[in-house]
C-alpha cells in the first residue's frame, strides 16, 4: 500500500460539541477513484465529519491526510482549492436570486456570467439535469434546488466528492442517471464520500462502506456481500423492525373525495394544479409519486387549507364540503397535514416542542379554551407524543429546532397521528430520516389506516410508496395519473408516467407548440 | 487567538436580561469618554443625565409624565415588532389620536364629566388606529411596505396639526398663537396625587403593560403574533391569517399610539400646539426593543428612556449641554440592544491557534 496513497485519510478525528461527542476516533481511508458510503442514523456523526473533511469545522484532535499530505483544511475555499466539492442535504441558496447568480456566488474565481451559464448548460446536459439557469430559486422546488448544488459542485472538476442524500429527490430514472454520472467520475479517479440511508443504492453504487454509530466507528465492510439488512442492523446497533401490514386489508367507505381541483401556480414559475380527482376509502393509504416540481408542494398547500379554492365541492372530507375552508377549520372537520418542510412550515424552530402542539392541535385537543392557551394541557400532550413516537428531545420545552431531523419528524408526524384525524395528508414523510425513525412512521401511518383513517402520501421516494401504500397515481405538471393498485403496479409504467410522458402531457405539450407559432 | 462566534442550543435566557442592562451601562460609560474627551465634564454630565432624575425626587413626577407615553406606544409597537409588522409612524397616530380627542372635546362645546372625557379617549383611541389603517390596507391590498407608509403619513400628520391649530381650532384667545384653548378642568384627567403633575393616564401607563403580558404570553393571539414574526409558513400551517395577523398588529399600534397622544392632551399638556409632537413615537421604537419586546420591559425601558429627556433637560442647565444629547444617548442605547443581539443567540468563544490544539491522539 505504498505505491498510491489514499485520496483521503482520516486518523484519529474526533470533535466535541457542548454536550455530546459527536465524532470519537474515527478512522478510515478513502482510495482514489472509490466511492465511498458513509453510513449512519441521525446525530450518528456523519454530518460532523465530512463538514471537517469541507473544512466547515476543524477536529478537536485527529489528522486529516490529502494524498498522503497531512494537511489542515481552514475553510471551504481550502477545501475546495485541495479539490473537495460537497452537495448539502440542506441547501445554501439565496431565494430572491437566480439559479445562475446563486451558482455564480458560490464560485471562488470570478466567471463571466455568459461563460458561467455555458459552462452550467454543458455540465446539465452531460448529466441530465433539468434547471433553467434564469429563475428565481424561491420558485423552485426541493428537488430542483438540490440540482443546483449538484451542478455547483460539479462546475469545480473535484477529485473528491462528498454528497449528502443526494437521491432522495430524484425519480428512478435520474437516480440511474446520475449513478451513471458518478460512476464516471470514479472511473475517471475522482472520489466520491456517498451519504445515504437508502441501503440498496449503496448496494448498487458502492465499494466500500464505513458504518458510524454514536459518533463512532462501527465497521468499514464490502456492501456487495452485505444484505441491506445486516447493514441497518450495524447502523442502528440492534433488530430492524419491518413494517407489520395486515393480511387481509378491506377498506371502508369513501372519506377524503378530491374532485377536479384545479389551482393557479403561486408566483411566476409555480406549478399550476390541473383537474386532480381521486378518492381516498378509510384504511387505505394512497400514494403520490413524482419528481419533485411538478405540483406536489402546491398539491399539499390545497389539500392541507393553506390555500382555498372557491369551489367548496373540489375537496370533501365524509361528503363535508372543504374546498373554501382553511387550515384551522378544516383540521375541526377531520383534516391533519404534515408539509415536507419541516423547519418553519410543519414547526416552528424558535418555539418549545409544547408551542409546536398547540400550533396545529389547539382546537381538536382543547389546547385552548376562549382564546386562551392551556399550557399544562399542552405540556401533556406533547409528553405524550414524546413517549409514543419515543422521541429525542429533553422534554416537551425542548425548542424545535434542538431536535434532528429524525427526530423532530418523528415529533411531527406525531403530533398529527395522535389527534386521531379522519384523513391525514402527509408530504415526504421520511425525507432525510435514518432508516430506524423512517420505520416508526411508516408503522405509525399503517397503525393509523387500520384504524379507519383516509391517508394520503405525497413522497418522492418511490420505494417508500411502493412499500407503505395500497393505491398509486403518479403527478406530473400539476396533473395526476390514473390510480393503480400498488400489487399490480409495473416500475417502468410509473417511471415513465413521473417523467411526464403520458399522453395527456404530451398532447397540451404539441397544443401548446401549435399555439406558439399561431402567435 | 481569535473571536468566535458559536451558536447556542437555545437562545440565553440570561443574556435576554443582561444586553439591555448592558447596553445601558456601556452607553454611560461611551459617553463619560466621549463628554470628557469634547472637554466637557464627562461624568457629571452622565450623573445628571441618568441618575439626578431618579435620585431627586422632585424630579419623579416629570419622569412619570414623560414615560406613561413611552410605554403605552412602545407596548402596542411590540405587538407589532413581534409579528414582524414595522409600525415607524406611532408619531402620526398619536399626533391624530391627540387632535380626535381635541374634536370630541370641541364638539362637546363646555360640557364636561367622566363621560365625556372617557369618549375623548376613546375617539383618541380610535383615532390612532384609523390612521395606521392606511399602511394596513396598503400592505394587505398593494403589497406596500408599511415601513415607508406608516414613516410618511407621520408629516401628514403633522400638516394635519398645523392647518388645524392654525385654523378652524385656533384660540380666539390665544394672542393669534396656533394652538387650540387650553381645556377646561371638567375636560381634562383628573390629578391622581394633588399638588403634582401625576394624572390618570399615568395609572394606566403601569396598569396596561400587565394587561399586554397575560394577553401575549396566554392567548391564542400572542400565540398567533409570535408564531408569525418567527415562521409565517408555520402560522399559515396552523390556520393563522397573515393578513388578519397584519391588521391586528398595525390597529393595536396605532390604537396605543392614539391613546397615549389623547392621554398626554387631555392629562398633561392641556392645549395642542406645534410643539405638541415632542418625538414620543420614534422613542418608543427605542423602548420597545430595549424592553425586548416585552410588556413588562416596556414598562422598565419606557422609565430609563424618561429619565433620559429630563435628565437631559437637568444637564442643559447644569454642564451647558445642548438638549439633543439626550437624543444622541437614546440612539446608543438602541445602537448597543440591537447590535448585543446576537449574544442571545450565539455565544462567544476565544479560539486559541491551532498549532496549540492538543496533540492528535495517537490511533492503532
Known sequence: ?519 | MRLKLEKRPEPSRLMVVATPIASVLLTMLIGVVVFDAIGINGQKAVVDIFLTPLLASYKWQDVATKAAPLIIIALGLSIGNRANVWNIGAEGQYVIGSLCAAGVGIAAGGGGGGLIITAMILSGVVGGAAWAAIPAVLRTRFSVNEILSSLMLTYVALQVLGYLVGGPWKDPNGRNFPATAPLTAEQSLPILFPGTTVHLGIAIALVLPFVFWLVTARSVFGFQIRVVGSAPHAARHGGFDSKQTIWLAMLIGGGMAGLAGALEFTGALKAINLGFPSGYGFTAIIVSFLGRLHPIGCLIAGIVLAVTYVGGQVAQTTVHIPNATAGIFQAMMLFFILASDILVRYRVRIVRNPKNAPAPAAGE
Open chain 1, 1 to 519: 500500500m505504498t505505491d498510491t496513497p489514499p485520496r483521503l485519510g482520516l486518523r484519529g478525528i474526533s470533535k466535541r460539541f457542548p454536550g455530546v461527542l459527536a465524532n470519537d476516533d474515527v478512522s478510515f481511508d478513502v482510495a482514489p477513484g472509490e466511492i465511498h458510503a458513509l453510513l449512519g442514523e441521525n446525530g450518528a456523526g456523519k454530518s460532523t465529519l465530512v463538514k471537517m473533511i469541507y473544512g466547515i469545522m476543524q477536529p478537536d484532535a485527529g489528522t486529516i491526510a490529502w494524498n498522503g499530505q497531512q494537511v489542515t483544511i481552514a475553510n471551504p475555499k481550502a477545501a475546495r482549492k485541495l479539490g473537495i466539492g460537497m452537495v448539502f442535504q440542506h441547501f445554501s441558496l439565496f431565494e430572491a436570486l437566480t439559479v445562475l447568480e446563486n451558482i455564480a456566488l458560490g464560485m471562488d474565481a470570478k466567471i463571466p456570467q455568459r461563460e458561467l451559464e455555458g459552462k452550467i448548460r454543458e455540465v446539465m446536459t452531460r448529466y441530465g439535469l433539468k434547471l433553467e439557469p434564469s429563475r428565481q430559486v424561491s420558485t423552485l422546488s426541493v428537488g430542483e434546488r438540490q440540482r443546483i448544488e449538484i451542478v455547483r459542485a460539479l462546475l469545480l472538476n473535484p477529485t473528491l466528492l462528498i454528497m449528502d442524500e443526494p437521491t432522495s429527490v430524484l425519480t428512478p430514472q435520474e437516480v440511474e442517471q446520475l449513478f451513471v454520472v458518478l460512476r464516471q467520475l470514479a472511473k475517471d479517479g475522482c472520489s466520491i464520500l456517498y451519504i445515504s440511508h437508502k441501503l440498496h443504492e449503496i448496494k448498487a453504487l458502492c465499494d466500500t462502506a464505513t458504518i458510524l454509530r454514536g459518533g463512532k466507528l462501527v465497521d468499514t465492510c464490502d456492501p456487495k456481500v452485505e444484505t441491506s439488512r445486516s447493514m441497518a442492523e450495524k447502523m442502528i446497533g440492534g433488530n430492524l423492525k419491518t413494517i407489520q401490514k395486515p393480511a387481509d386489508r378491506a377498506f371502508g367507505k369513501e372519506r377524503f373525495v378530491v374532485n377536479e381541483l384545479s389551482m393557479a401556480g403561486a408566483g411566476h414559475f409555480g406549478v399550476a394544479l390541473k383537474d386532480i380527482s381521486f378518492s381516498v376509502r378509510a384504511g387505505e393509504i394512497f400514494g403520490i409519486a413524482g419528481v419533485a416540481g411538478n405540483g406536489q408542494t402546491a398539491l399539499l398547500l390545497a389539500l392541507s387549507g393553506e390555500e382555498t379554492t372557491h369551489d367548496a365541492q373540489a375537496i370533501t372530507i365524509d361528503g363535508e364540503p372543504l374546498g373554501q375552508l382553511n387550515a384551522k377549520a378544516r383540521r375541526l372537520k377531520g383534516l391533519a397535514s404534515v408539509p415536507e418542510e419541516r423547519n418553519g412550515h410543519a414547526s416552528v424552530p424558535d418555539f418549545t416542542l409544547s408551542d409546536n402542539s398547540v400550533l396545529t392541535g389547539r382546537d381538536r385537543l382543547g389546547l385552548s379554551v376562549s382564546g386562551f392557551l392551556r399550557p399544562r394541557a399542552a405540556r401533556k400532550y406533547t409528553g405524550e407524543v414524546i413517549d409514543a413516537f419515543a422521541v429525542k428531545a429533553t422534554g416537551s420545552e425542548a425548542m424545535a429546532g434542538s431536535l434532528s431531523g429524525g427526530n423532530l419528524q418523528k415529533y411531527i408526524m406525531g403530533r398529527e397521528i395522535l389527534q386521531k384525524p379522519g384523513v391525514l395528508v402527509v408530504g415526504q414523510p421520511t425525507w432525510g430520516v435514518d432508516a430506524g425513525a423512517a420505520a416508526a412512521i411508516h408503522q405509525a401511518l399503517v397503525d393509523l389506516a387500520a384504524a379507519g383513517s383516509a391517508i394520503v402520501v405525497i413522497s418522492q421516494d418511490l420505494d417508500e410508496l411502493l412499500s407503505l401504500c395500497d393505491t398509486l397515481a403518479v403527478i406530473n405538471e400539476g396533473r395526476l395519473s390514473k390510480p393503480m393498485k400498488v400489487s399490480e403496479a409495473d416500475i417502468e409504467e410509473i417511471g415513465l408516467l413521473m417523467g411526464g410522458i403520458h399522453g395527456d402531457a404530451e398532447a397540451t405539450r404539441q397544443a401548446e407548440e401549435v399555439h406558439h407559432h399561431a402567435a
